[in-house]
């Protein structure tokens, strides 16, 4: 139970119950890490955090917007204030605004790219410059979709913004391999989230059949994600970087 022991860990995107953001703090916390929980839900992250204190782990939480670098800035300075450092970053925030190309505004398109992919560049430019000054380096962890390596109808925004995620991975962690900073993606496939499962319950015929399509059967779990994400965060990774690992029951290996 100590594979993060001592370690600093930032994931945004955090308050949604149940989530890959929430699943991820509460699965870091309880391998030793004090998780920092953002999300422009400050409320929700407050209560994520204070979940995990309840069992004896340790949390913080603030108010994120992930696409104001302003924010970004100001809990990198309270996470140095309070810490002095910054071993893991999961940039996990983001949306999912679908349409056909037909149909999507200039604004949805705008709006998809900045939560998804220019938040990330914001996060992972800021964490490089305090992990550079760590003897031990640091983990970014980057949390892109199945949706960044396959093209799917109605998907346009979605998947260009995920799909930047993978190669704006590769290539900072290329740029920042001496540096002892491990730099990877994670795609999910489907994944029972919180706003899955809204869909799915507005939608129950859909649940068979998108279970059919995935070769395992079923959708994953928010902890599914999170142990991956526990993985890369941890020394068991530690000659693992500028790679995508695919979290999806085997659904785009058809």
């Not at 890959?20 to 955090?49: K, N």
């Amino acid at each position: 139970m100590d594979r993060l022991a001592g370690r600093i860990a930032l994931i945004t995107g955090g308050a949604s119950i149940p989530g890959l953001g929430s699943a991820t703090a509460q699965r870091f916390a309880e391998e030793g890490a004090h998780v920092i929980v953002t999300d422009h839900d400050g409320t929700g992250a407050e209560a994520v955090a204070q979940g995990i204190r309840d069992v004896g782990g340790k949390a913080t939480a603030f108010t994120h917007d992930v696409t104001s670098e302003a924010d970004w800035d100001r809990v990198m300075a309270a996470i140095m204030a309070a810490h002095g450092r910054l071993d893991v970053l999961v940039n996990n925030a983001g949306i999912a605004m679908l349409g056909l190309i037909a149909t999507v505004s200039t604004a949805d398109w705008l709006r998809q790219n900045d939560v998804n992919l220019n938040s990330i560049f914001y996060g992972t430019q800021r964490a490089v410059g305090i992990m550079r000054g760590q003897a031990d380096g640091g983990s970014i962890i980057n949390m892109s979709s199945v949706v960044g390596m396959v093209g799917v109808v109605g998907c346009a925004a979605y998947g260009a913004s995920k799909g930047g995620v993978r190669l704006f991975s590769k290539t900072v962690a290329l740029e920042v391999a001496r540096d002892r900073i491990r730099v990877n993606s994670v795609h999910p496939g489907m994944i029972l989230t919180n706003m899955q499962t809204v869909a799915l319950r507005d939608n129950p015929e859909q649940y068979d059949v998108i279970s059919a399509s995935i070769p395992m059967g079923r959708f994953g779990a928010p902890l599914d994600i999170a142990n991956m994400n526990l993985f890369l965060a941890s020394e068991e990774a530690r000659y693992i970087t500028g790679a995508e690992f695919v979290v999806d029951g085997g659904l785009i290996a058809q």
